[in-house]
């Protein structure tokens, strides 16, 4: 039996970093090349097949995404967003019921910049693989550490700038958030974290850098420029 691939897209922060204002809208619903960026990160996921459900999980008072979603097939918006990324995730699985051995695709809503090809060859890997794996990027600045002054300068080798889609077993995903949040562990930031935590080495597969995450205000102009508009 084939075991199946659901998403999961968090969508439920406000965007502090991007904004230049106060009451602005979160980041996931502004727009690039006239489409909100959920849409578009939503939109190309379902452009691989073997993606049978996205879930897109937003705050309890949000107001924009079933709107922004309207007529898209085989999307699910679960209103259960949480205080830290890592909670909004948790939340949602604790509310998706499937095998265990189903695969859990986690991507976030503001990384609308990845290639359908690059999705596709990263799904192919970790199909194969025991743990599941993440896309990443080699670093290739020189790397510091410090404050007011470097204090020392850190070798490079191994080093690598994390993305999503993490795309983990559902059964394995589950249990490590769970231990991962009872034990308070500090700076979990992705999903990978807690299974790492766990004794697991997931796969890493190299992305590229039009997948990056818009944090910033300039980001909004440089992902519409990567579309191509
Ligand atoms: N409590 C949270 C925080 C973040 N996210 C989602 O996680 C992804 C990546 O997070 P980040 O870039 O940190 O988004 P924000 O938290 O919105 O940004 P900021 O920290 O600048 O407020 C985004 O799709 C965001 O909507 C979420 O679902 N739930
Ligand atoms: C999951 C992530 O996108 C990997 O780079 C990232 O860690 C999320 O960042 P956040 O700013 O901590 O939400």
Same mark, same amino acid.
């Given at each position: ?18 904004? +230049? ?18 849409? &578009? ?11 049978? &459900? ?31 990324? /890592?909670?909004?995730?948790? +939340?949602?699985? +604790?509310?998706?019921?499937? +095998?265990?051995?189903?695969? /859990?695709?986690? &991507?976030?809503?503001?990384?609308? #910049? ?7 060859? $990263? ?27 470097? &204090? ?18 559902? #059964? ?55 579309? #191509? $508009?």
């Amino acid at each position: 039996m084939n075991n199946s691939i659901v998403a999961i897209v968090p969508a439920s922060g406000i965007g502090h970093r991007a904004s +230049n204002e106060q009451n602005d809208i979160p980041k996931q619903y502004k727009k690039i090349a006239g489409i909100p960026i959920l849409r &578009h990160t939503v939109t190309k996921l379902l452009l691989d097949s073997r993606i049978s &459900h996205v879930n897109v999980i937003i705050k309890q008072d949000d107001c924009f995404a079933e709107q922004i979603l309207d007529n898209l097939n085989k999307v699910n918006i679960i209103k259960c967003g949480g205080k830290r990324r /890592i909670d909004t995730v948790y +939340n949602a699985i +604790n509310l998706i019921n499937l +095998n265990k051995n189903d695969w /859990i695709i986690i &991507h976030d809503a503001v990384r609308p #910049g990845f290639s359908i090809n690059c999705l596709t060859k $990263f799904i192919d890997q970790c199909l194969y693989d025991k743990v599941g794996g993440i896309l990443a990027i080699p670093v290739i600045d020189t790397i510091k550490k410090g404050s007011i002054r470097v &204090h020392h300068t850190i070798n490079r080798d191994d080093l690598w700038l994390i993305q999503t889609p993490q795309m983990f077993r559902f #059964g394995l995903l589950k249990k490590a958030l769970s231990i991962a949040i009872q034990n308070n562990l500090p700076d979990i930031t992705d999903e990978a974290s807690a299974i790492e935590y766990i004794g697991h080495n997931p796969l890493i597969i190299k992305g590229s850098i039009s997948n990056f995450k818009i944090t910033w205000p300039e980001d909004f102009a440089l992902m519409e420029k990567l579309y #191509g $508009f």
